[in-house]
């Protein structure tokens, strides 16, 4: 009602933190005729040189572009991004063996990383309501008044109030600080015990080094590495290693040695000099899970994005539930007549357990790559994955699909996930041959599928092992 639409005029929403989700927030908010203030510590990284240390591209897929279209953005970041239709899995003598990721239009794209930022936020300044205010570093924030207080580059500090306070301040969030302090707030932190460093692989004679449109994925157990492709016909490589390893090799002759054992195709890509040079550019960084219930304070603040829950990025999911946070939100704002104290707590209750499941499922992906994952297996898996849900597309939708080609509430991926594994255990069974009536008595089946489905399962599984 126009009401509703005059008081969203005058009312103040600061966005702490310009990264990818706060930038994004400030369209939503600014598209809805907020007045916005984004707050971010750093310089604008329009003017600056790159940023090191973050992830230099990201695999965006459908839950980000989805958020994305929302707001107009979609096309301008898509066109920037490179298709990556199938899986490449590197084996160690050398072999490539592609593995799509589903149909004709479901693909991933790689995208930079600081110019899909500088696109966001150059989108929200086109927003008259919006300004952005870099250098301001949130120091800290009253719960009661909701003032807060931002450390300037000149080092004066300023005050600032709002209607409404929008947490988007990253993994280490001073925003959420202040949750800690309150009753019934709960949060778990956990660092995991691998690192990761970026290394780049240059074109040759002008050409990508290896085939562009792939997700290339070097599946060795306990390290990957994976590379995505860039505009400029690099790759960026990510290394994810445990750091009792990392702290092992510590010259370059034990660089190349390591390569030679793990990753021996990637040398020539990358060059041994190089490897030697960037191997040892920046030290290798840490990776952090943080979940955290509820996302609200009262009708002041909620947090999103990494700030309200950072994953590990072994489903390369981060990035695309910060946005779906976005969405959602906004999907509430409409539901409940922008009304903040029905809309935060709703807020909460439909979106925690959605990005607690996405945080359990990068980790739960971690673990399995890391203790069985080599190419073979990887290549089996996705194999039985992909076979299955041709033969059954209805009944068997793998994981992978649900979680970045729909918009499946990631929890229920989850459940849906379990119930397919509970069929494929009873498959199982079958396949046991002799076993199948040991268990259970000659007249009660053994599961619920017919004989049938129990047949089709099995020939799935003989022709995946084929
Ligand atoms: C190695 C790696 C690979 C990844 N790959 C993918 C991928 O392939 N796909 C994917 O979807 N996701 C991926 N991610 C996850 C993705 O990077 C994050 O989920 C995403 O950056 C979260 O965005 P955000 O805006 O919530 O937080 P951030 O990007 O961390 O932004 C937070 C912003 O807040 C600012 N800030 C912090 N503290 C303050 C303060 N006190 N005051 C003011 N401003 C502050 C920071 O300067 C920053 O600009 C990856 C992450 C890593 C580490
Ligand atoms: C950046 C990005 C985007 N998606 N994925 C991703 C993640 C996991 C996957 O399968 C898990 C699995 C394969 C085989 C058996 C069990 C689980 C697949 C896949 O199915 O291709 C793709 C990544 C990624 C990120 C880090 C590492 Cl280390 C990595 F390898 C890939």
Redesign the pocket.
């Known amino acids: 009602t126009n009401d509703s639409k005059s008081t969203s005029k005058n009312k103040v929403v600061a966005v ?7 930038a994004l927030n400030a369209c939503y908010f600014a598209k809805r005729g907020f007045q916005v203030e984004v ?4 310089e604008d990284i329009r003017e600056a040189k790159i940023v090191k240390g973050r ?1 230099i591209n ?3 897929s459908h839950r ?1 572009r989805q958020a994305l279209k929302q707001v107009g953005m979609e096309d301008t970041i898509v066109s920037k991004g490179i298709p990556m239709h199938s899986r490449m899995i590197h084996s160690l003598n050398g072999t490539q063996s592609p593995i799509p990721y589903g149909k004709k239009g479901q693909y991933i794209l790689s995208v930079d990383r600081a110019n899909l930022n500088k696109e966001l936020l150059s989108a929200a300044e086109t927003y008259s309501t919006t300004k952005l205010n870099f250098a ?3 120091l800290n924030w009253s719960t009661e008044t909701g003032a807060m207080t931002f450390l300037r580059a000149d080092g004066a500090k300023e005050e600032i109030q709002a209607d409404l306070i929008v947490g ?7 925003i959420r600080k202040q949750f800690l302090r309150q009753s019934r707030f709960n949060f778990s932190q956990t660092y995991i015990p691998h690192g ?1 460093l970026e290394l780049t692989m240059p074109p040759i004679n002008g050409e990508f080094a290896m085939k562009p449109n792939y997700l290339h994925i070097w599946p060795r157990n306990t390290f990957m590495m994976i590379a995505l492709p860039n505009l400029d016909k690099t790759f960026t490589c ?1 290394l994810f290693m445990p750091f009792d390893e990392f702290e092992n090799v510590t010259t370059g002759d034990q660089v190349i040695e390591f390569f030679q054992k793990y990753f021996p195709d990637t040398i020539p890509l990358i060059g041994a000099d190089a490897l030697k040079r960037d191997y040892f550019r920046l030290p290798a ?1 840490a ?1 952090v899970s943080v979940k955290c219930s509820p996302y609200h304070l009262s009708d002041k603040c909620v947090l999103m ?3 309200a829950h950072a ?1 590990v ?1 072994f489903y ?5 539930a ?1 946005f779906e946070d976005c969405l959602v939100f906004n999907e509430i704002m409409d539901q409940l007549n922008e009304d903040f104290s029905a809309v935060l707590p709703e807020y909460t209750r439909v979106r925690v357990p959605d990005d607690h499941a996405i945080a359990d499922l990068a980790m739960y992906n971690y673990v399995e790559m890391r203790s069985h994952v080599n190419s073979k297996w990887f290549l089996f898996r996705k194999y039985v994955d992909n076979t299955l849900h041709m033969i059954m597309p209805r009944t068997v939708i793998p994981l992978y699909t649900m979680v970045t080609f729909t918009r499946i509430r990631y929890h229920e991926a989850v459940k849906r996930w379990h119930w397919q594994d509970k069929v494929r255990k009873g498959e199982l069974i079958l396949t046991r041959g002799t076993q199948r009536f040991s268990s259970c008595n000659q007249k009660r089946r053994c599961s619920s599928l017919s004989d049938k489905e129990m047949l089709i399962w099995w020939l799935a599984m003989m022709i995946c092992r084929g």
């Open positions: 702490v933190g310009g990264g990818l989700v706060g707050f971010e510590s750093r992830s990201l695999a965006l980000g301001h570093k949130l988007c301040d990253g993994a280490f969030s001073a990761y990510t960084q990776m994005g990494d700030a994953v990025p390369g999911q981060g990035m695309n910060g």
